[in-house]
């Protein structure tokens, strides 16, 4: 069984529409979760944390934290063009050793004009 | 913020050579630095975690002897990819961790012919 499970995509979405990125983790432990985006042959940077149950909002992400569920989401509002990429989901597992990161297959986001 | 500089962005060397990748944490002292690497349209593979002043711990699968990691500073890690092979061939990423946050080199495109 996978650590990270995302929806591998790919998902389109019309500009101006909300993305929906979906992520499940298996380690009921883990405290802390990432959405990276990812352009294609660039390395990942860091879009949003969360650590929290319930909602996380900066800017245009919202990022939304269910323990009990262990899934974590991603919101995009007013989706642009510029938002096409993979976006990865990544958990610090409380098994892990050194605080490791463990990233999911990632879900890749275009965004048509 | 946490910048992590690598080098070199993109490399090609010819079979059974080696080549080494530079990961360097700009301005924080990063005592864990790993590192990645991505083959496309997949995500990243934890190869091992580099500690400074230690031995480095590899990921199951990862050969040691043909990846030679150092972290010889708080500021510094390398990756050698010795007696390189085409399936060696890849995206090599670093991350330096500073408390639960990793940040991310650029990557290092490696071909080998």
């Known amino acids: 069984q996978k650590e990270v499970e995302q929806n591998s995509g790919p998902l389109s979405v019309p500009e101006g529409a909300i993305a929906s990125l979906n992520c499940t983790y298996s380690?009921?432990?883990?405290?802390?979760f990432f959405w990276y985006r990812q352009y294609s042959g660039k390395s990942p940077e860091l879009i949003m944390s969360?650590?929290?149950?319930g909602d996380k909002e900066d800017g245009r992400f919202t990022a939304q934290l269910n323990k009990a569920s262990q899934y974590v989401s991603l919101l995009i509002r007013d989706s642009q063009p510029s938002d096409s990429a993979t976006y990865l989901c990544?958990?610090?597992?409380?098994?892990?050793?050194?605080?490791?990161?463990?990233f999911g297959s990632g879900t890749q986001l275009t965004v048509l004009p | 913020g946490a910048v992590v500089s690598q080098h070199p962005s993109r490399v090609i060397c010819k079979s059974g050579t080696s080549v080494k990748i530079e990961c360097r944490s700009l301005?924080?002292?990063?005592?864990?630095m790993f590192w990645y690497r991505q083959f496309p349209k997949q995500s990243l593979m934890l190869m091992a975690t580099?500690?400074?002043?230690?031995?480095?711990?590899?990921e199951q699968g990862v050969e040691k002897d043909k990846f030679l990691i150092n972290h010889a500073s708080l500021t510094l890690s390398t990756l050698t990819v010795t007696s390189a092979h085409p399936e060696d061939s890849s995206f090599y990423i670093c991350?330096?961790?500073?408390?639960?946050?990793?940040?991310f080199g650029s990557g290092t495109r490696l071909t080998v012919v």
């Open positions: 580099s500690n400074e002043g230690s031995k480095a711990t590899y």
């Open positions: 990544a958990v610090i597992s409380s098994s892990g050793s050194a605080r490791q990161l463990t």
């Open positions: 301005d924080f002292q990063a005592t864990t």
């Open positions: 991350s330096a961790q500073m408390g639960v946050f990793h940040t």
């Open positions: 969360i650590y929290s149950n």
């Open positions: 380690d009921r432990g883990s405290q802390s």
